[in-house]
């Protein structure tokens, strides 16, 4: 899509992908509100505890994920199939000892996406704790089987409802402003 806009916004640059476009005097601009709608969705469920962040996947949305836990001062290492960098884990690389480590994981992947419910990321669950929260994009179903493992060990579990209302509210904004 960015190829086909004539401006981007600043955070939209920063990031690299755009998920609202607005016309404004001919101009096609693109702006990126999952990274507001991450924030303030999050926000209400971070603690103390809440220190480094592993981000399961890499595409467009990982990127307004990375960018927001930036702004939060939390250091984060993406998780990848295929992983290309030193700031990204294959699966396989995820011990329990890394999961403990990293408080927050965030589900950027499409595993549990409805219809294909029963899909899950495959990191080792049993390094999970009541300390965590695991934040997963997904809102359909409500309640995906990331989420489940991590209520099963305590810990904190979120969906992305509140995030996709918010980045709504964003994105209506812009095209009304």
Same mark, same amino acid.
């Given at each position: 899509?960015?190829?086909?806009?004539?401006? !981007?916004? *600043?955070?939209?640059?920063?990031? /690299?992908?755009?998920?609202?476009?607005?016309?404004? #005097?001919?101009?096609?601009? /693109?702006?990126?509100?999952?990274?507001?709608?991450?924030?303030?969705?999050?926000?209400?469920?971070?603690?103390?505890? @809440?220190?480094?962040?592993?981000?399961?996947?890499?595409?467009?949305?990982?990127?307004?994920?990375?960018? *927001?836990? #930036?702004?939060?001062?939390?250091?984060?290492?993406?998780?990848?199939?295929?992983?290309?960098?030193?700031?990204?884990?294959?699966?396989?690389?995820?011990?329990?000892?890394?999961?403990?480590? @990293?408080?927050?994981?965030? #589900?950027?992947?499409?595993?549990?996406? @409805?219809?294909?419910?029963?899909?899950?990321?495959?990191?080792?669950?049993?390094?999970?704790?009541?300390?965590?929260? !695991?934040?997963?994009?997904?809102?359909?179903?409500?309640?995906?089987?990331?989420?489940?493992? /991590?209520?099963?060990?305590? *810990?904190?579990?979120?969906?992305?409802?509140?995030? !996709?209302?918010?980045?709504?509210?964003?994105?209506?904004?812009?095209?009304?402003?």
């Amino acid at each position: 899509m960015l190829p086909f806009l004539d401006a !981007l916004d *600043a955070d939209a640059q920063s990031i /690299g992908a755009v998920n609202t476009i607005k016309i404004q #005097n001919g101009k096609r601009i /693109g702006y990126n509100t999952d990274h507001y709608g991450f924030v303030e969705s999050l926000k209400p469920y971070l603690t103390a505890n @809440h220190k480094s962040a592993l981000i399961l996947g890499t595409g467009g949305a990982s990127k307004a994920i990375a960018f *927001a836990l #930036n702004t939060l001062n939390i250091p984060f290492s993406f998780v990848s199939r295929t992983p290309d960098s030193k700031n990204c884990l294959g699966y396989d690389a995820l011990s329990s000892e890394i999961i403990a480590a @990293h408080q927050i994981i965030i #589900n950027c992947t499409p595993l549990g996406t @409805h219809p294909k419910i029963e899909l899950y990321p495959p990191i080792s669950y049993q390094g999970i704790s009541k300390d965590h929260l !695991l934040f997963d994009l997904i809102y359909n179903p409500s309640q995906t089987q990331f989420l489940k493992f /991590g209520l099963k060990a305590k *810990a904190t579990a979120v969906n992305g409802l509140r995030m !996709l209302e918010l980045q709504a509210e964003k994105s209506w904004g812009i095209w009304n402003s």
